[in-house]
C-alpha cells in the first residue's frame, strides 16, 4: 500500500510540475491535455479523498510528449 500512495503522490506532483513548467492554470492545462477540468481536479485530489482517480498511462505519455515538445520548441 505504500508503493501505491507514492505512486499516487508523484501522479500529483508530475501534474503540478507540467502545469508549472508549461505555465498553465489547471483549466488551461486540461484544455491543452483534451479532458474535462473535472477530470484533472480528480486525478490531482488527495489520495485519501473518494474523489481520487488513477491517471492513465496513456495521459502520463501525452503530458510527457507535450514536456518534451514544449522543451524543444525554444
Known sequence: MANSNAKMQMQQEFLREA????GLTR???A???SVSEKTLN???A???TSDYRNM???VWAYVR???IWDANKS
Open 56 to 58: 492513465p498511462e496513456v
Open 65 to 67: 510528449e507535450i514536456l
Open 27 to 29: 483549466a488551461a492545462f
Open 31 to 33: 484544455t491543452r491535455i
Open 46 to 48: 488527495p489520495v485519501d
Open 42 to 44: 480528480k486525478w490531482m
Open 19 to 22: 502545469m508549472q513548467s508549461l
